[in-house]
């Protein structure tokens, strides 16, 4: 009878004892090499790192381009430059006579406009006339008989103009513009360069690869190119769910199967708020 009791009560304190259930820290995140998808092919998985084939520094490439052509639009501009002042430096003067004036009537007051046709003759006989636009202030003073003077090339008279403008085979307009706008546009380009740069750098230092699943995938021929829609949900050792969508283009899944629903992926974790599909 004394042994039943001792019996009963060590499987009595047996049942008190808490069953151990596993932890956060106890659950494996890490992908499997064998059997995780990767939507970027330029990618591999190796002990748990991700290891990219290519040096993912695309936008590095980009911003130099902007700088490039940047700087190509810059010099062509300069040279054109030189170039219209070695013409003007070159032509020659002769008097005309205003023989017409006009002015273009637009939808507002800031689309008028004033023309003037003036008409000057060369010692050869040859008779050449132009019709140029001018100020509102300029245009009163000019009446039809009134004499100016107007500058040509002695080579090329059809390329004329009022003695008190450039002769340019460019507009300045046009170069100052050529000058400022290029900087102006790439200077965004490059700031997102530099973003992206410290991202990719952070990412590289920080990033830890966690393992996902597939949620949904479609695949879409657009033009060329057939386009996978990923969308895809992770774990990390704080139990919350994130869920992410991926874009990217792979031709060779065009007529392969897509991965289905709980196919295990690899995502690039940094932070909740920058993470990205590998």
């Known amino acids: 009878m004394a042994k039943r009791s001792t019996a009963t009560a060590q499987s009595e304190m047996q049942a008190l004892v808490p069953i151990e259930s596993p932890t956060p820290a106890a659950i494996s995140l890490d992908p499997d090499p064998q059997t995780t998808f990767l939507l970027h092919t330029e990618y591999d998985l190796v002990a748990g790192k991700a290891r990219s084939h290519l040096v993912q520094r695309r936008h590095l490439y980009i911003a130099l381009t902007a700088v490039g052509i940047c700087l190509l639009f810059v010099w062509l501009a300069m040279r054109q430059a030189e170039e219209n002042a070695a013409l003007d430096a070159r032509s020659g003067r002769a008097p005309a006579e205003v023989i017409g004036k006009r002015v273009q009537e637009g939808g507002r007051d800031l689309n008028r406009r004033w023309f003037i046709t003036y008409q000057f003759s060369l010692p050869d006989g040859r008779t050449f006339s132009r019709e140029v636009s001018v100020d509102a202030a300029e245009y009163d003073f000019y009446f039809v008989g009134s004499r100016v003077v107007v500058k040509f090339l ?28 290029p900087p102006i546009l790439t200077l965004p380009v490059l700031l997102w360069a530099l973003a992206q740069n410290i991202l990719l750098t952070q990412y590289e230092r920080r990033g830890v690869v966690v393992r996902g699943e597939v949620v949904e995938c479609t695949g879409e021929q657009r033009g060329s190119h057939y386009h996978v829609k990923l969308r895809y949900q992770f774990m990390l050792p704080d139990l919350k769910i994130r869920r992410g969508t991926a874009h990217f283009v792979r031709d060779d899944l065009r007529d392969a199967k897509l991965p289905e629903k709980g196919t295990q992926v690899a995502v690039l974790y940094l932070n909740d708020w920058f993470y990205r599909l590998l």
Not at 161 to 169: G, K, N, P, S, V
């Open 154 to 181: 002695p080579d090329q008279p059809e390329k004329n103009t009022l003695a008190d403008r450039r002769l340019e085979a460019v507009e300045s307009e046009l170069l100052w513009l050529m000058v400022t706008a």
